[in-house]
């Protein structure tokens, strides 16, 4: 039995941490090109770059895990079925349940892993990749010149040359436009030659300009197009310098508390106690919102004498002919109009309020329960994947990656949706986080039961000979019901 189990655990190891570097891989090169305008051409320190990849591969084990879990134990039976090794060691009288017991008890590991990282260690890195993401997406590009095009990046400046050296530090032909608010004055600059350089503390950009002129128009604020009030100012110079400031262009680490309050940012203990805090918020505003209704039903409510109300008059067949005068009705009817506005505009008021609290409620809940999904999906998968493997008994990269992505999309996409439905509102978010999981146990079941079996259930051959036994069932049928007729 030890040899049995070491052999399956080796076959199982070696694929699975192939498979989960690829998928992490692929997982990585999406996030790249999604956030590739937010990282090219800013300059950025190669350990920045780093740091954030490695947060995001610590964000994609949530996705990568499950995945490498169900294809890696696909391969590791596919191969072990195409190879008779099943065969063989259902033959020494070991059956297939008795020789997954050392992968129910590492897949566990991983799963009881998995859950300790998404409730310590998951909180902490999303907070670090959020606010470094933040802070990522918040720098602006480097400044670069291109010949012929305005360049706008620096805060009320416009740059434009016709030409620049190779190296970029002499540009031609150069035209500088000042619009900074604030500015009353107008300046628009223009020289033959510049050269760019940075100050000694890096903080500024400097342009030395050479041979060119300033033109300065000083006209009022308000002023009309052909105010004689307006002043115009032209300056030329041999050789003068324009500074900029280059603050914006720096990268600034935003304060990680800013973050904590997010709902990814928490794990169970903090999610427990913002769900108890944010219930009795809602219950506070409910229990107000209860207490006006009540106040302007009851309080409000016009009080009538009894000589506004006529003594009812009735016929000979016991109907009622009046009871209170018009004036009377139309009295009641505004009030009760005004009071049906007046609790309108409070619940309008006070509506967004309750939806957010009920958005975050539901958020919190939903990320309550996710740190429990990882871990059961793990399981789940490999339910799926190791009976899917023995009963396919197909190894490789071939047949096993293609049922794999069927069924991880199949996953994914009911659990994305029934997320997406439970953050809407539209079912509770325990079933929202738990819908895939319960729908695909009673499948791992069915597999499970298969491959114990030994059922041929995607063995095309059996299938062609079952189709063509019904067919000549059938034309058996038709030919004696032809004979007798």
């Not at 891989?25 to 999604?34: C, I």
């Not at 009309?224 to 032209?234: E, G, H, I, L, V």
């Amino acid at each position: 039995m030890k040899k049995v189990h070491l052999l399956i655990l080796q076959a199982f190891i070696k694929p699975f941490l192939v498979t989960f570097c690829i998928v992490m891989f692929v997982l990585l090169m999406l996030f790249l090109f999604k956030y590739i305008d937010d990282l090219i051409g800013k300059g950025f320190e190669w350990y920045v770059i780093l740091e954030l990849i490695g947060y995001q591969c610590a964000v994609q084990l949530s996705m990568a895990l499950p995945l490498s879990m169900l294809l890696s134990s696909i391969m590791t039976f596919g191969n072990l079925g195409e190879s008779y090794e099943l065969v063989a060691i259902k033959a020494a009288g070991v059956s297939l349940r008795k020789a997954m017991t050392p992968l129910f008890v590492l897949v566990g590991l991983f799963s009881i892993s998995s859950f300790l990282f998404s409730d310590y260690i998951l909180p902490i890195v999303n907070l670090k990749m959020g606010s470094l993401l933040y802070d990522v997406r918040q720098k602006q590009a480097d400044f670069l010149i291109k010949p012929g095009v305005f360049n706008n990046t620096i805060p009320g400046y416009a740059i434009r040359a016709k030409s620049k050296s190779e190296d970029g530090k002499t540009l031609y032909d150069l035209t500088i436009y000042n619009h900074q608010s604030g500015n009353a004055s107008s300046n628009v600059m223009i020289a033959k030659e510049g050269f760019i350089y940075n100050s000694r503390d890096q903080k500024y950009m400097i342009i030395k300009l050479i041979d060119g002129v300033r033109y300065e128009d000083a006209r009022a604020k308000n002023a009309k197009r052909y105010d004689p009030r307006q002043q115009f100012t032209r300056f030329y110079f041999k050789e003068t310098e324009q500074k900029f400031d280059m603050e914006a262009f720096n990268f600034k680490r935003t304060d990680e508390s800013l973050f904590k309050s997010h709902h990814q940012m928490m794990n169970l203990r903090q999610l427990k106690l913002k769900t108890d805090s944010n219930k009795m918020e809602i219950d506070s505003m409910h229990n107000s919102l209860v207490s006006e209704y009540i106040h302007y039903i009851y309080y409000n409510t016009p009080y009538y004498r009894p000589a506004d109300i006529e003594v009812a008059q009735v016929d000979f067949n016991g109907n009622i002919l009046t009871y209170t005068s018009e004036e009377t009705k139309r009295n009641i009817i505004n009030n009760a109009i005004g009071q049906v506005q007046q609790i309108t505009d409070i619940n309008m008021n006070k509506l967004s309020d309750f939806k957010i609290l009920k958005d975050k409620d539901v958020r919190y809940k939903i990320e309550y329960h996710r740190k429990f999904t990882l871990a059961v999906s793990c399981l789940l998968l490999f339910a799926i994947g190791a009976p899917l493997g023995a009963i396919i008994r197909k190894g490789g990269l071939g047949a096993p990656v293609v049922m794999a992505i069927i069924f991880f999309l199949i996953y994914h996409i009911i659990a994305t949706v029934a997320e997406k439905s439970a953050r809407d509102g539209g079912i509770d978010p325990f079933w929202g986080m738990w819908m895939a999981i319960v729908v695909l146990s009673p499948l791992a079941a069915f597999l499970t039961y298969k491959s114990t079996t030994d059922s041929a259930l995607f063995d095309v051959d059996q299938y062609k000979i079952k189709a063509l036994s019904f067919l000549n069932w059938i034309k058996e049928r038709f030919l004696s019901l032809k004979q007798r007729f």
